[in-house]
T-cell receptor, first 117, second 112 residues
Framework: GAVVSQHPSWVICKSGTSVKIECRSLDFQATTMFWYRQFPKQSLMLMAT?????????EQGVEKDKFLINHASLTLSTLTVTSAHPEDSSFYIC?????????????FGPGTRLTVL | GENVEQHPSTLSVQEGDSAVIKCTYS??????FPWYKQELGKRPQLIID?????GEKKDQRIAVTLNKTAKHFSLHITETQPEDSAVYFC???????????FGSGTRLSIRP
């Protein structure tokens, strides 16, 4: 159980275009999902917390108008990178929060590698 | 907010020897400390975790210790094997919004 998927696994786009990444919890419901970004040889940096049915909470320094997050259902959160630029090229990973035997746990998706040309 | 520091950034050990990675955290209210192993291009995989009501936890060759007073926690890998080579991240669950904050990572290399 507790499988999280992401789509697409990789994407290449032209500068100025928008890219949507999906994060799904396949066998459980997740009221809260998280979006991380990881640059090469660096750690995972939390971008935002996605809450089902409400606005996402963004970390300091993350532009909410550039990284649009929608959590329309209990199993799906989407991240849209708008007007992408080469510096947005990164590995984007989502995670879903779930209670396992009363304990707060997170499961990670496989990640999406974005390359902006 | 929570801040997690991790040392060393790189670690090379002889196969069969032990490896130790250390982390400190800033939020005294944090109560969950997972450790992740990440191979190149893949998602972080949870390898062991510890909660604040426990001082030590062991799972085969992997052990984690927690010192709440000092706000330190460590990962110990014994009898290292080539497949242990990867990047390891410590993390802490912050007291607000259940956010997991990651350390900067340790690149572990096992020398044959």
């Amino acid at each position: 159980g507790a499988v999280v998927s992401q789509h697409p696994s990789w994407v290449i786009c032209k500068s100025g275009t928008s890219v949507k990444i999906e994060c799904r919890s396949l066998d459980f419901q997740a009221t809260t999902m998280f979006w991380y970004r990881q640059f090469p040889k660096q750690s995972l940096m939390l971008m935002a917390t996605s809450n089902e049915g409400s606005k996402a909470t963004y970390e300091q320094g993350v532009e909410k108008d550039k990284f649009l997050i929608n959590h329309a259902s209990l199993t799906l959160s989407t991240l849209t990178v708008t007007s992408a630029h080469p510096e947005d090229s990164s590995f984007y990973i989502c995670s879903a929060r779930v209670l396992v035997r009363g304990t707060d746990t997170q499961y990670f998706g496989p990640g999406t590698r974005l390359t902006v040309l | 907010g929570e801040n997690v520091e991790q040392h060393p950034s790189t670690l090379s050990v002889q196969e069969g020897d032990s490896a130790v990675i250390k982390c400190t955290y800033s939020d005294s209210a944090s109560n969950y400390f997972p450790w992740y192993k990440q191979e190149l291009g893949k998602r972080p995989q949870l390898i062991i975790d510890i909660r604040s009501n426990v001082g030590e936890k062991k799972d085969q060759r992997i052990a984690v210790t927690l010192n709440k007073t000092a706000k330190h926690f460590s990962l110990h890998i014994t009898e290292t094997q080539p497949e242990d080579s990867a990047v390891y991240f410590c993390a802490a669950l912050g007291s607000s919004a259940s956010k997991i904050i990651f350390g900067s990572g340790t690149r572990l290399s096992i020398r044959p």
